[in-house]
């Protein structure tokens, strides 16, 4: 399942992170951001105060849903989208884009994308030129060697982190909440093996976007750079 979030105009490359076939839940303008991916949207959820009107009119006649939220709510419409793809039941979710202007946005990706109602679905995001992926209790990440990743400890501490084909190794160690011990690690072979005990870590890979292979625009063209915040 792939949630298209708002914010910045994601880079087209990302359309190489979107499994396929896969259902594509979009917040707000990320309805426009989906588009632009290439991406047929099945549900839009938001208040929808940033989405174009062409972008909502071609999700109605593609067949797909709209589910309004008002503007004074509980909840950005990124964590709305996550809610209502959790009631899918996915086993895996794809985050695209939230990488906007707003701190506070921005911020608030990673509280949301390690969320224990998320807890049982694997989840990672793209961001900007970044991949994150949440783990709790393994994964196998991937890199090119000598590409950098970090490994942030998420509402509270990391209890027993040993990794494998990382320049840094943890054995059976801990990471305890605001350390920046896990920064800048880096691969040392195509793929990286995190494990843990208890808790919840955030593994980046802030350039992770230079790997993906880039893709024409619809005319030819080759891709956009990244545009600023919408």
């Known amino acids: 399942m792939v949630v298209v979030a708002g914010g910045e105009t994601p880079d087209r490359r990302l359309a190489a992170a979107v499994p396929a076939p896969a259902v ?13 991916l290439g991406l047929a949207v099945d549900l839009a959820v938001g208040d929808f105060d940033s989405v174009s009107p062409a ?3 071609a999700v109605e006649a593609q067949g797909g849903r709209i589910t309004r939220h008002p503007a004074a709510k509980d909840a950005t419409d990124l964590e709305l989208a996550l809610c209502a793809a959790r009631a899918l039941d996915p086993e895996r979710i794809v985050v695209i884009g939230a990488h906007g202007g707003r701190t506070d946005h921005h911020l608030s990706l990673p509280l ?14 793209w961001t900007g030129t970044a991949h994150l992926t949440v783990i709790r209790h393994r994964a196998m990440l991937e890199g090119q060697v000598g590409e950098l ?16 084909g990382l320049a840094y190794p943890l054995v059976g160690e801990d990471l305890p909440a605001g350390t920046t011990r896990g920064v800048s690690n880096v691969f040392t072979a195509p793929t990286a093996d995190v494990r843990l005990e208890a808790g919840v870590l955030l593994a980046v890979a802030p350039d992770a976007l230079a790997a993906l292979p880039k893709r024409p625009d619809r005319d030819g063209r080759p891709p956009e750079p990244m545009e600023g915040p919408s």
Do not use: Q
């Open 55 to 57: 972008g909502l009119a």
């Open 149 to 164: 990743v970090s490994l942030l400890p998420i509402h509270g501490p990391a209890v027993g982190i040993t990794t494998r």
């Open 24 to 36: 594509v839940v979009a917040a707000d303008s990320g309805v426009d951001h989906a588009h632009r």
């Open 112 to 125: 949301i994308l390690t969320a224990p109602w998320l807890a049982g679905i694997t989840v990672e995001a």
